[in-house]
């Protein structure tokens, strides 16, 4: 990396027809380079307005089927699954964009060392009971989101909490 206060050093940096190089804005003792964030050089934020999926009457799982809690068609970003069942008898599945991210038994998380383990993306909870999906970052997606809890044994009901973003 070359020195800034070194002038023997010349770096030079061009825009992308080579035409020019960038126009640098002397404030104060420092020297800042301008940069163009415009329509033209095809950078745009994007809102996402919030949404919150909420069942606190609970879904009968069984063992037969994958019962959905969440299904997205479009683009948007998951943010949190909350979910707090009956007993810990349950697996978890998320899909995004038509890939498997997990299919994960409470049991398991337990198995592994993620019970109580708040400081990880992904643990189970008060007797393996409650699960709790809160990625670092938010999981984009593109064209799906599915979310779904399976039954391994007996038939849990099963209260969720999910909030994601969809754009605005």
């Not at 990396?1 to 104060?28: C, E, Y």
């Not at 069942?85 to 599945?93: E, K, V």
């Not at 393996?128 to 670092?136: A, I, Q, T």
């Amino acid at each position: 990396m070359a020195d800034l206060n070194d002038l023997t050093q010349n770096v030079n940096i061009w825009d992308d027809a080579k035409s020019k190089s960038v126009t640098v804005t002397t404030d104060g003792a420092k020297e800042r380079l301008d940069v163009s964030l415009g329509a033209a050089n095809e950078f745009q934020l994007r809102a996402f307005s919030p949404v919150v999926d909420f069942d606190s009457t609970g879904v009968s799982l069984n063992t037969s089927t994958w019962n959905t809690l969440l299904t997205v068609t479009g683009e948007g970003k998951l943010d949190f699954i909350a979910c707090v069942g009956a007993s810990s008898a349950y697996r978890m599945r998320l899909t995004v964009d038509g890939t498997e991210t997990f299919d994960i038994a409470m049991s398991d998380l337990s198995a592994m060392g993620l019970s109580n383990a708040t400081n990880v993306p992904l643990w189970a909870e008060t007797a393996d009971k409650n699960f709790r999906y809160n990625p670092n970052e938010p999981v984009d997606y593109a064209t799906s989101l599915k979310i779904e809890a399976k039954a391994v044994t007996a038939t849990p009901l099963l209260k969720y909490l999910i909030t994601h973003r969809e754009p605005a």
